[in-house]
């Protein structure tokens, strides 16, 4: 099975969009803001599926969206 790589996460810049702050998401995705902090302050980490769905429908994107992706 080939290796999936992708960049950094791309949280921070979603939250700036929005104009929301890292308390913010929390609130609306019910992830405690301390793992939303390990994510958006680290160049990579990898987060589960059930933890990329709860923070994209939150900041209503795709689970995709919360990271870089190589271009090949």
């Known amino acids: 099975?080939?290796?999936i790589s992708y960049g950094?996460?791309?949280i921070p810049d979603l939250l700036a969009a929005r104009g929301?702050?890292?308390r913010?998401?929390?609130?609306?995705?019910?992830?405690?803001?301390?793992?939303?902090?390990?994510?958006t302050t680290r160049t990579r980490g990898r987060m589960s599926l059930v933890l990329a769905v709860q923070l994209?429908?939150?900041?209503?994107?795709s689970p995709r969206d919360l990271y870089e992706w190589p271009q090949e």
């Not at 994209?56 to 994107?61: I, R, S, T």
Request: hydrophobic letters at 40%; proline letters at 3%.
């Open 20 to 22: 929301w702050t890292q």
């Open 1 to 3: 099975m080939p290796s």
């Open 56 to 61: 994209a429908d939150a900041l209503e994107v």
């Open 24 to 39: 913010q998401l929390a609130e609306h995705s019910g992830v405690n803001e301390k793992v939303i902090s390990f994510y």
């Open 8 to 10: 950094r996460c791309l």
